[in-house]
């Protein structure tokens, strides 16, 4: 079974009652972190749960030191996990507003804590889910405690001591998954500093999608990253993006062109720039 998998609206609505199925509500909006609970609290799939990016896919934020949106501690992710009814063999939907970018930062948590089988991307996410005409409810999931366990795969993982040594050699493929403005350094209106990562391509995440907002078919992913990766090995690639949640698309889509699970740069530009040693890039 491959570890990206896609479901769409009306497969999700069919499906929506299976016993053990578990669906989680990614909605965010960086500019407004209560927006995901507010518009959660307005209506959402029947089943849902809530998944906060800040507050259950993410961990503390400690000033100069880690990123926007450092990863969460494995053990409060876990009990996260189980909150939300989720046992180590549930099938799992996750959604947001429609491109993916939260739903795919909580299908990479669980590959990262071994959850690989049996987890959907919505495609094209609550919008699609409009566009099909599909009820949204107010009620509480209606799901028990479940009983996942799972452990980090380091191995998923590149800090930034490791990719600064890494920086230059030739085998590696190392992807930017923000906007191209905001990769040459042309405009940065979140971090205060802009650029790039040096030897970095801008892969934005928003070209892993048609314009219905639903993700492209596999070849022409394949396509896309092939040209990317040149006759360099997949197994060497590292995501990034701005806070480690956006690189976390470009692994996913990755994986639905059939390549194997890439390495993220969790901490990301937001991590990166907090040390004025590491190098900085402008322009493509």
């Not at 749960?49 to 400690?62: K, T």
């Not at 500093?193 to 801008?202: D, L």
């Not at 928003?206 to 896309?224: I, V």
Request: hydrophobic residues 40%; charged residues 20%; aromatic residues 8%.
């Amino acid at each position: 079974m491959p570890i990206a998998q896609l479901i769409s609206p009306q497969a999700l609505e069919q499906r929506k009652a299976q016993p053990g199925l578990v669906i989680l509500d990614c909605r965010f909006a960086l500019d407004d972190p209560d927006y995901g609970q507010r518009s959660y609290a307005e209506g959402h799939i029947a089943g849902a749960s809530f998944a906060d990016l800040e507050r259950d896919l993410s961990g503390p934020v400690i000033k100069g030191v880690t990123g926007r949106h450092p990863l969460p501690e494995p053990g409060a992710l876990i009990e996260r996990l189980r909150a939300w009814g989720i046992n180590n063999d549930s099938d799992i939907v996750l959604y947001d507003d429609g491109p993916g970018a939260y739903s795919a930062r909580a299908w990479w948590l669980l590959a990262w804590l071994g959850k690989r089988e049996g987890v959907y991307l919505l495609d094209g996410g609550l919008k699609a889910w409009h566009a099909e005409g599909l009820p949204l409810s107010l009620d509480p999931p209606a799901g028990g405690r479940g009983m996942f366990s799972g452990s980090p795969d380091e191995a998923l993982l590149l800090d930034a001591q490791a990719l600064q040594q890494c920086l230059g050699q030739p085998d590696m493929t190392l992807l930017d998954a923000r906007a191209l403005p905001r990769f040459k350094g042309e405009v940065e209106p979140i971090d205060p500093v802009a650029g790039h990562i040096p030897g970095a391509q801008c892969a934005a995440f928003t070209d892993n999608l048609g314009s219905d907002g639903r993700f492209l078919p596999a070849d022409r992913l394949k396509k896309r990253f092939a040209e990317k990766l040149g006759d360099r090995s997949p197994t060497e690639l590292v995501a990034y993006c701005g806070s480690g949640v956006t690189a976390c698309h470009n692994l996913f889509a990755l994986c639905l062109a059939g390549y194997p699970l890439g390495r993220l740069y969790a901490g990301s530009w937001s991590e990166w720039i907090n040390d004025p040693q590491r190098g900085v890039a402008k322009g493509e």
